[in-house]
T-cell receptor
Framework: EAQVTQNPRYLITVTGKKLTVTCSQN?????MSWYRQDPGLGLRQIYY???????DKGDVPEGYKVSRKEKRNFPLILESPSPNQTSLYFC?????????????FGPGTRLLVL | QKEVEQNSGPLSVPEGAIASLNCTYS??????FFWYRQYSGKSPELIMF????GDKEDGRFTAQLNKASQYVSLLIRDSQPSDSATYLC???????????FGSGTQLTVLP
């Protein structure tokens, strides 16, 4: 089944404790992104990647890191989480192609930073 | 700066009615536009895309795009309670298929 997977789905942590949220897609997509979703603010892009070893900042990159060492994986790293990073996080991937191609989302990771 | 504004709602319509969701955007260089549906606590799922001026129909859904007015809309005909969700408008831009989203419109279809 073609899908984007994220782990963990739910995470409670404390301020300053490094964490990684994994994202994997099995569709051989080149493009991958991370978003966070907060009430009233919609989905905001954190980082995106055009291919292996090619990443760039989105609209809200502060406090986050990413890496793209393999095409299928795009982990999101919070080196020192803070309470304002409490949010719902989505990973997404997109194939190459024309104007009809868009991003397909993983199931989400709900993070609470105490 | 690319911005997308949606009528934030919430919007309530009776079952069987037409629901109209609207979105305006600020960037004339946008490539295409997408409507996603998101149920509470779930991930966004694609409903429709449009990139040419005019109307595009798919079943009960019609997307409308007016690039001169920088306006995109989604009509849902014969609304069903199962259509109750948040609808997100997004514009695609850039070489990496970046998406900029509106804040969403919460739709409730009343039985």
């Amino acid at each position: 089944e073609a899908q984007v997977t994220q782990n963990p789905r739910y995470l409670i942590t404390v301020t300053g404790k490094k964490l990684t949220v994994t994202c994997s897609q099995n569709m051989n997509h080149e493009y991958m992104s991370w978003y966070r979703q907060d009430p009233g603010l919609g989905l905001r892009q954190i980082y995106y990647s055009m291919n292996v070893e090619v990443t760039d900042k989105g609209d809200v990159p502060e406090g986050y890191k990413v890496s793209r060492k393999e095409k299928r994986n795009f982990p999101l790293i919070l080196e020192s989480p803070s309470p304002n990073q409490t949010s719902l996080y989505f990973c997404a991937s997109s194939p190459p192609g024309g104007y009809q191609e868009t991003q397909y989302f993983g199931p989400g990771t709900r993070l609470l930073v105490l | 700066q690319k911005e997308v504004e949606q009528n934030s709602g919430p919007l309530s319509v009776p079952e069987g009615a037409i629901a109209s969701l609207n979105c305006t955007y600020s960037d004339r260089g946008s490539q295409s536009f997408f409507w996603y549906r998101q149920y509470s606590g779930k991930s966004p799922e694609l409903i429709m895309f449009i990139y040419s001026n005019g109307d595009k129909e798919d079943g009960r859904f019609t997307a409308q795009l007016n690039k001169a007015s920088q306006y995109v809309s989604l009509l849902i005909r014969d609304s069903q309670p199962s259509d109750s969700a948040t609808y997100l408008c997004a514009l695609r831009w850039g070489s990496a298929r970046q998406l900029t989203f509106g804040s969403g419109t919460q739709l409730t279809v009343l039985p």
